[in-house]
């Protein structure tokens, strides 16, 4: 997207944009509808830039909360598992916790 100076013709706004994968220049004019469609252009680039921008901030802000819950996932899984283990609990076959000593009786009702 810009100004282009030709030697014939002068200068004129032309506006690139993709069709079906190709680039494609769509020429809008020169003069006053020229500069309108440069500003037109301008703005339309400028809150696209500050959309993108407030995504990358709120991504920032969850990735920050996400790090958190980790953290404090870990050290209430850690510390549920020290109480388990002073408790005389052992996991079977890194499944469920047991007693330790505990007899289980397949036939109990």
Do not use: N, P
Not at 1 to 18: D, I, Q, V
Not at 19 to 45: K, M, P, T
Not at 59 to 71: I, N, Q, T
């Amino acid at each position: 997207m810009g100004w282009e100076r030709r030697t014939r013709g002068g200068l004129y706004y032309t506006r690139s944009r993709k069709v079906r994968g190709r680039v494609v220049r769509e020429y809008i004019g020169g003069g006053l509808l020229g500069a309108v469609a440069a500003l037109s252009d301008a703005e339309r680039r400028s809150q696209l830039k500050a959309q993108a921008q407030a995504w990358r901030a709120e991504r920032a802000y969850l990735e920050a909360a996400d790090a958190a819950l980790h953290v404090l996932s870990d050290t209430s899984e850690a510390m549920s598992r020290g109480s388990l283990i002073l408790a005389g609990y052992y996991r079977h076959h890194r499944g469920e916790w047991r007693k330790r000593g505990a007899k289980i009786d397949c036939f109990a009702e």
